[in-house]
């Protein structure tokens, strides 16, 4: 059991370029989701998704697409970059949406330049 | 008023202290309450779960609730070096998840 995986850990983009984080799970949960982390700010969500085909935005979500074509896997898409989208991403999972633990991966460390 | 209040810190203790950890929150729909540890470039795993007022001990953990004050902590015994972290408090209620900003706690051998 892997629990959540993203790709890629680091990465430096420039002020408009685009890019897709990764996240994939191997528990079978439902629900899935994507935070960032900035100091003084704590987790903040992005997106999330309590099934295959159903995406919903959380507390942040201007800049960032994602879809859930499989139950397995959750990309968040940067469409054009900026410097306030350095961050720390962190994708999670949990069975279920409701009071369950939730699983995070290891993060994705993005700074725009 | 932010939902979830908790000071950042960072606090540092010697080995074996007691750690007290603390958070507050405005949102009376809270119903669940939770505590992850954070590792340092690591992402965050959850550490103690509650529902109800009163404590939870788990080892050397011990995570209160007070429901009428709406204030939670975590408490730390016999500290280690290994517990050096951040401490994030974390609810959920009406479907929606929140978590404090976290607390860096740092114990020094």
């Known amino acids: 059991n892997a629990g959540v995986t993203q790709t890629p850990k680091f990465q430096v983009l420039k002020t408009g370029q685009s890019m897709t984080l990764q996240c994939a799970q191997d528990?079978?949960?439902?629900?899935m989701s994507w935070y960032r982390q900035d100091p003084g700010m704590g987790l903040r969500l992005i997106h999330y998704?309590?099934?295959?085909?159903?995406?919903d935005q959380g507390e942040v979500p201007n800049g960032y697409n994602v879809s859930r074509s499989t139950t397995e896997d959750f990309p968040l898409r940067l469409l054009s970059a900026a410097p306030s989208q350095t961050s720390v991403y962190f994708c999670?999972?949990?069975?279920?949406?409701?009071?369950?633990?939730?699983?995070f991966g290891p993060g994705t460390r993005l700074t725009v330049t | 008023q932010k939902e979830v209040e908790q000071d950042p810190g960072p606090l540092s203790v010697p080995e074996g202290a007691i750690v007290s950890l603390n958070c507050t929150y405005s949102?009376?729909?809270?119903?669940?309450f939770m505590w992850y540890r954070q590792y340092s470039r690591k992402g965050p795993e959850l550490l103690m779960y509650?529902?109800?007022?009163g404590n939870k001990e788990d080892g050397r953990f011990t995570a209160q609730v007070d429901k009428s004050s709406k204030y939670i902590s975590l408490f730390i015994r016999d500290s280690q070096p290994s517990d050096s972290a951040t401490y994030l408090c974390?609810?959920?209620?009406?479907?929606?998840?929140?978590f404090g900003k976290g607390n860096q706690v740092v114990v020094i051998p």
């Open positions: 999670a999972s949990s069975v279920h949406q409701g009071p369950y633990e939730q699983y």
């Open positions: 528990m079978n949960h439902e629900y």
């Open positions: 998704s309590v099934g295959a085909g159903i995406t």
């Open positions: 949102n009376s729909a809270f119903q669940y």
């Open positions: 509650t529902y109800s007022s």
């Open positions: 974390a609810w959920y209620g009406n479907n929606r998840l929140a």
